[in-house]
């Protein structure tokens, strides 16, 4: 989590969404990884590749249709 309270990369591999969404699809970036360690991110990413933003809440209520 990073820019200013805001959760905007996977901590497992130290790669901001916006580094991750230039895999190509979701399912590229999790093939390289992407949310495999903890899993934490996974919410976040879904939304990142369904909305275009980087950069959410901790507790954005859009998360809870990407659990």
């Known amino acids: 989590m990073c820019e200013e309270g805001k ?8 790669k901001t969404f916006a580094k991750l969404k230039e895999q190509g699809s979701l399912d590229d970036a999790i093939a390289a990884g992407a949310g495999q360690e903890c899993e ?5 990413l879904k939304l990142a590749y369904a909305s275009g933003e980087d950069a959410f809440d901790l507790e954005d209520p859009r998360l809870s249709q990407y659990e």
């Open 7 to 14: 959760v905007n990369r996977c901590e497992c591999l130290g």
């Open 40 to 44: 934490g991110c996974l919410p976040y």
